[in-house]
């Protein structure tokens, strides 16, 4: 199963202050918008989103279907294939999507430890 590019989508108190911190450690602007309140930071193949007031906690991201710049993959495994996948194997899913179909669309699965894991596809 392939998932995609893999991103930290981290939760923020400040976003100004997040981007200052992470342009330290050498991470670029990528992608977003200051404007709605998030941003991705790109430095190599790691990516950081910094969401300001969006979501309680820090999420694991993957995209299926995109490499870490954000170009399409193909082939790659739609995000229905691998959710059909997950509840095969005992996964529960917290947000499932409608079987078939195509395109865009994400779930959302938790780990045994409470860390929330979006598989998110954009294509």
């Known amino acids: 199963m392939q998932l995609g590019a893999f991103s930290m989508s981290l939760s923020v108190k400040d976003l100004k202050l997040s981007m200052e911190f992470y342009e330290n450690l050498g991470f670029k602007m990528f992608g977003g918008d200051t404007n709605i309140g998030y941003v991705i930071m790109k430095n190599g193949n790691a990516l950081i989103g910094l969401f300001q007031g969006m979501f309680e906690k820090n999420i694991i991201t993957f995209n299926p279907g995109w490499d870490e710049n954000a170009a399409e993959v193909k082939p790659f495994d739609d995000v229905r294939k691998i959710q059909e996948f997950l509840l095969s194997k005992g996964v529960h899913i917290e947000i499932k999507i409608p079987e078939g179909g195509s395109g865009p669309a994400n779930i959302i ?13 954009h294509v």
């Open 109 to 121: 699965v938790t780990d045994p430890d409470g860390n929330t894991i979006l598989i998110d596809q």
